[in-house]
């Protein structure tokens, strides 16, 4: 027998994680149709989930070995990019950092 870890974040700040027994040559999905794992995702599209091992995305088809950490991702709820951008114009960063004080007609930035 082989031990994996199966970890989920439902929420934020929220982690589950349960040591499965599996036999070895398991695959993702096998691993993830296991009784404990249905009874974890039973609100959650199986098919929209994206998984992992050790923070790495793999396939359903991944042959799971002994110590792995399979990893059940959520979906992203706001663009990074956005996310950081607008958090940005919230904090005022054109006013701090390089262009706090600005000299009358220099370049901005030096």
Not at 49 to 73: K, S, T
Request: proline share 5%.
């Amino acid at each position: 027998m082989m031990h994996i870890n199966l970890v989920w974040s439902p929420a934020c700040r929220q982690v589950i994680e349960i040591v499965m027994s599996l036999v070895p040559g398991t695959t993702v999905a096998q691993a993830l149709s296991q009784s404990e794992a249905i009874e974890l995702l039973a609100n959650v599209d199986p098919a929209s989930m994206e998984v992992g091992v050790w923070g790495r995305r793999v396939e359903r088809q991944q042959v799971l070995q002994d110590g792995d950490r399979l990893e059940i991702y959520r979906p992203l709820k706001v663009d990074p990019k956005v996310a950081r951008r607008e958090r940005f114009s919230r904090q005022g960063a054109k006013t701090t950092g390089l262009f706090a004080k600005r000299r009358p007609g220099a370049k901005a930035g030096y």
